[in-house]
């Protein structure tokens, strides 16, 4: 006989297999079509605000620093509530409260069960605080390269060091949107898979570019019958 907390063990792989498949497709239009994702078109604009910024010679370098300063404060603010959300879910670990384990959750309420589903959402929030650092570094690294005058340094360079902290800042994001499927599987594996192909489909619609697509194809249109 099928019993609820053999659940789990086919609806919670479903549900991550569901949220990793997306986002290595993802990854892969990142590197191979990035002009058809959001984040493709962020990082050409980045690219762009670099470039004009280095290669102007009355550079308006406040705006630049407050522009970066902006990204600085958001990612620390981000850092603190993955950071703080960790310490809670470490304190919820320590009192061993029952309160996840009621007979109501339609699903496996095991202790050995709630302790994987407890460390798997703190790895989720510690992942995010670790990226936003690292995106706060980024662009305070971005701050002192942008505010030098003058110097031997390139664009390319500062544009690295501007994506790299965007990067980081997305790969932050995406392990705070795991997290939300992990905090439904508290209440039982339906709503964790549920909640998967929720975040999938609302991402899907963020994550593709397509008003910027169809912008470039019919610019390439024009071009192409201006040949003609």
């Known amino acids: 006989m099928f019993e609820k907390e053999n659940l789990d063990l086919v609806l919670v792989p479903c549900g991550l297999l569901i949220m990793f498949s997306y986002h290595l497709i993802l990854l892969y239009r990142c590197l191979k079509l990035p002009h058809t994702t959001v984040i493709g078109f962020e990082n050409n604009d980045k690219k762009i605000w670099v470039q004009k910024l280095m290669q102007s010679e009355n550079r308006d370098v406040k705006t630049a620093l407050d522009v970066l300063s902006a990204n600085v ?40 069960t709630m302790s994987i589903k407890y460390v798997s959402l703190l790895v989720c929030f510690l ?53 939300t499927p992990l905090l439904l599987w508290f209440f039982g594996p339906i709503p964790m898979l549920a909640t998967s192909v929720a975040m999938v489909a609302l991402l899907h619609y963020l994550d593709s570019d397509t008003a910027s697509l169809k912008k470039n194809r019919s610019i390439g249109k024009q071009k192409l019958d201006e040949r003609i």
Not at 79 to 89: E, G, N, P, Q, W
Not at 153 to 178: N, P, T
């Open 73 to 112: 404060s958001a990612a620390t603010n981000l850092a603190s509530v993955s950071i703080t959300l960790s310490a809670l879910i470490g304190a919820w670990i320590a009192n061993n409260s029952s309160v996840f384990q009621s007979k109501l959750i339609y699903g496996d309420t095991r202790p050995s």
């Open 127 to 179: 992942l995010a605080f670790s990226c936003f650092v690292q995106s706060s570094r980024c662009f305070i690294h971005a701050n002192y390269l942008v505010s030098t005058a003058g110097g031997d340094l390139s664009a390319e360079y500062v544009e690295l060091v501007v994506i790299r902290g965007g990067d980081f800042w997305s790969v932050g994001l995406r392990a705070m949107y795991f997290a």
